[in-house]
Nanobody, 122 residues
Framework: QAQLVESGGGLVQAGGSLRLSCAAS????????MGWFRQVPGKEREFVAAISWPGSSTYYTDSVKGRFTISRDNAKNTVALQMNSLKPEDTAVYYC???????????????WGQGTQVTVSS
């Protein structure tokens, strides 16, 4: 069964950096836009960033613009999220997904993986 596996989360101080990675098991990202979402307990999952196929366009939520960079390696079938200048409000579980854009909003086209926890201390 196809599965997306996120990794790279951890505990970091404010101002620090982390690089998240997403790999596909049992499927390929070929032809799909890919995205990252995040969720804090008690809140809805929110869109963070997306990258088109094969990678010419990127999209970010306002709160991460200039700090986060999404990229993809189509040969390796992976997607990454480089997070710099991290803030405590970036603390969340981060998920990757194949995505589509409908009415200006990004949506997950498949199932969710387990995510990776990012904790930013002040």
């Amino acid at each position: 069964q196809a599965q997306l596996v996120e990794s790279g989360g951890g505990l970091v101080q404010a101002g620090g950096s982390l690089r998240l990675s997403c790999a596909a098991s049992g499927r390929t990202f070929s032809g799909y836009s890919m995205g990252w979402f995040r969720q804090v307990p008690g809140k809805e999952r929110e869109f963070v960033a997306a990258i088109s196929w094969p990678g010419s366009s990127t999209y970010y939520t306002d709160s991460v613009k200039g700090r986060f960079t999404i990229s993809r390696d189509n040969a390796k079938n992976t997607v990454a999220l480089q997070m710099n200048s991290l803030k405590p409000e970036d603390t969340a579980v981060y998920y990757c997904a194949t995505v589509g854009r409908y009415g200006g909003s990004w949506s997950n086209l498949g199932s969710w993986g387990q995510g990776t926890q990012v904790t930013v201390s002040s």
